[in-house]
DNA sequence: ATAGGGCTTCCCCTTACTGGAAGGTCAAGG
DNA sequence: CCTTGACCTTCCAGTAAGGGGAAGCCCTAT
């Protein structure tokens, strides 16, 4: 398989699955001509990065992945271990950003968007904390 | 005010306030020893960036909004226009996270976690799609 | 022979900083 | 006067995960 076909039936783009090779998660062979040679199990391999991928993981991560997915005497506990960490930093992300929507959320309902100055939203980021008398030199 | 002194009363890193002079973000002035001289108004600027950044504002964003902030003829609605959209990106943001969250949450409840190797979690990354008959050459 | 598409490498660009090196400045202490 | 240490300066490089595009080779069809 050529580098478009191995793209097209793994889902990613050629540019990635190139980035990918230099950074030595697959390694196709070579054509005389050159041209990357891509066997069905470097297609899978692709396949699978790709869905680890699409849940999050990051390239570290899915390295570890790979590694466990070959290896037949792995521990299903060690890619537990794995998912459960990255889940929990996913549910960090989710909370920030669901600290941050709410406090957005409320600025917006308070402004009137018209079209006088007066914005709320502005001045929740311009209010000076008012505690600052020893560093006001 | 030197950049350190800028750095505690505006909660911000002094690398990052450098960052925001060559971005042109701001403009503080100079001695003549060439250390970077603050003015209060160049601190409550870096107070309205960390805010905004705070909130999940892009630097490209925060430009709008400074200079939003720093116009008397604003009109609310442009400044309730820019949070809007950023309010849904975050909506979205939050979306991709529930949806991978769901699905990692899933699977993770489904690993045994122990020291045999079955392991959903890689299963489910694994396991081919079986539509792609034409492609398998 | 030539056109076109696919492939190659290479380098720069992105976001929003962070780390570190090499060196100038300033105030305190001996 | 000299040193020490904290501060400041600029500049360079790196981060995550690729994307864009140039210059050039390869292959097939006409």
Redo the contacts with the bound molecule.
């Keep these: 398989m050529?580098?478009?076909?191995v793209a097209i039936v793994s889902g990613l783009?050629?540019?990635?699955i190139?980035?990918y090779e230099d950074i030595g998660l697959v390694k196709p062979l070579r054509d005389?001509?050159?041209?990357?040679a891509f066997r069905t199990r470097d297609a899978h391999k692709l396949t699978f990065l790709g869905r680890a991928?699409a849940l999050g993981f990051?390239?570290?991560d899915c390295r570890k992945l790979l590694a466990l997915w070959a290896d037949d005497t792995r521990a299903s506990a060690d890619v537990k271990a794995l998912a459960k960490d990255h889940l929990s930093a996913i549910d960090d992300k989710i909370a920030d950003l669901q600290d941050m929507r709410q406090t957005l959320d409320h600025l917006v309902r308070e402004c009137a968007g018209d079209h006088r100055p007066d914005c709320p939203i502005l001045q929740s980021m311009a209010r000076q904390t008012v505690m600052n008398s020893k560093a006001s030199g």
């Design positions: 050529n580098i478009g076909e783009p050629a540019k990635t190139r980035y005389t001509n050159g041209y990357r991928r990051s390239i570290e």
